[in-house]
């Protein structure tokens, strides 16, 4: 009865190639989140989505694309994959943008750009 | 814009001493602030949350109270355990976005 998950947990590529990054919640929620964390823990918004339509678009370079095809599911496509890029990536989920809902993490998906 | 300082770690305690993981913020309006907790190896988990100024937040021993005079939300617990070895983030959440500190790490040895 996991609450968000992600796939794959651990992704190994080569530079140059693109990959996706699956997210998932059974929490009934209306808004979900990417995250990237670095190497030194430094955490930050990337994207969120509410009811499939984008409301946050951080400075991220447009080789990232977010997809959210219902609800419950939004996806994070990677094109070109650069060193730079190796970090883990949290998928999160809330009741709405309301800042008093909480946020619900998934575990994380450590890239490596080798 | 809205920003998150927290102390720089690591902090190293002895089991049963007194933890304060320091957390101040900037912001507009009246966000909502919280502590996350990150075990070695595990994704982020939500330790305690205030909502408004003087609200106090509490869980497994852990206690932060949301001061607007003084823009801060420190992180206490008066005795703690091995089990509480964990990176510490503290954060504000505006319209929309949830705003980070950059994580503390906390060593609790025997």
């Known amino acids: 009865d996991t609450a968000v998950s992600q796939t794959p947990k651990y992704l190994v590529t080569q530079m140059g190639n693109d990959k996706s990054i699956k997210c998932e919640q059974n929490?009934?929620?209306?808004?979900m989140y990417w995250y990237k964390q670095d190497s030194k823990k430094f955490l930050k918004i990337m994207f969120s989505y509410n009811n499939k339509e984008l409301i946050i678009n951080e400075t991220v370079p447009n080789r990232f694309s977010p997809k959210s095809p219902d609800k419950a599911h939004l996806n994070l496509h990677i094109n070109s994959l650069e060193l730079g890029d190796s970090a883990v990536y949290f998928c999160?989920?809330?009741?709405?943008?309301?800042?008093?809902?909480?946020?619900?993490f998934g575990p994380g998906t450590r890239l490596t750009v080798l | 814009g809205n920003s998150v300082t927290q102390m720089e770690g690591p902090v190293t305690l002895s089991e049963e001493a007194f933890l304060t993981i320091n957390c101040t913020y900037t912001?507009?309006?009246?966000?909502?602030l919280f502590w996350y907790v990150q075990y070695p190896g595990e994704g982020l988990q939500l330790l305690l949350k205030a909502t408004k100024a003087d609200d106090k937040g509490s869980n497994k021993g852990f206690e932060a109270t949301y001061r607007k005079e003084t823009t801060s939300f420190h992180l206490e617990k008066g005795s703690v355990q091995v089990s509480d070895s964990a990176v510490y983030f503290c954060a504000l959440k505006g319209f929309q976005k949830l705003v980070f500190g950059t994580g503390t790490r906390l060593l609790v040895s025997p």
């Open positions: 912001a507009t309006g009246y966000p909502s």
């Open positions: 999160a989920s809330s009741q709405s943008p309301n800042p008093y809902n909480e946020q619900f």
């Open positions: 929490l009934g929620h209306d808004t």
